[in-house]
């Protein structure tokens, strides 16, 4: 079973909106980063590790939402959102539990939240919509070829 883990910073200083920690420029204290560096070859060593990143502040990102046939792009930060995604692990595991084991054990500060989500398989779906991603498992081998290059 895939699991998706989500790092969620929650709020940093009162006035920035969530997850954002600081402005351009910003590094993680290092002993954070060696404390996570081995939580991360822990996992690759377990052989449940398959990918995993950190992501940049919302402030560099952008939204596209979609009304009434319409694109709308909006720049970061995302004032209103209470909660952002700072980084994901994607692992492979054979139970929830297992996945909520491995969560536990991150060196996570007093101010981040992991949510742990299971990855829908095509094995989850009725057969209609089976058929309506067929060519889907082709596109994700290609994907992991890209990664690879």
């Not at 940049?56 to 979609?66: E, H, L, N, T, V």
């Not at 004032?79 to 929830?96: A, C, D, F, H, R």
Request: with cysteine; aromatic share 8%.
């Amino acid at each position: 079973m895939r699991f998706m883990m989500l790092m969620i910073p929650r709020v940093y200083q009162p006035d920035a909106p969530a997850g954002e920690k600081a402005g351009e420029g910003f590094a993680p204290d290092a002993e954070i980063v060696a404390q996570m560096t081995k939580y991360n070859e822990e996992l690759a060593k377990a052989g449940a590790l398959i990918a995993l990143d950190g992501l940049q502040p919302s402030s560099k990102g952008a939204r596209i939402s979609f009304t009434g046939g319409k694109r709308i792009v909006t720049d970061g930060p995302f004032i209103e959102t209470k909660e952002v995604v700072g980084g994901y692990w994607m692992i492979q595991v054979n139970s929830k539990e297992e996945a909520i084991e491995w969560a536990r054990r991150c060196p996570a500060s007093d101010n981040e939240v992991i949510e742990v989500r299971q990855v829908q398989e095509m094995s989850d779906f009725p057969p209609d919509v089976k058929k309506a991603a067929a060519g889907f498992s082709e596109l994700q081998a290609k994907s992991g070829e890209r990664r690879k290059s």
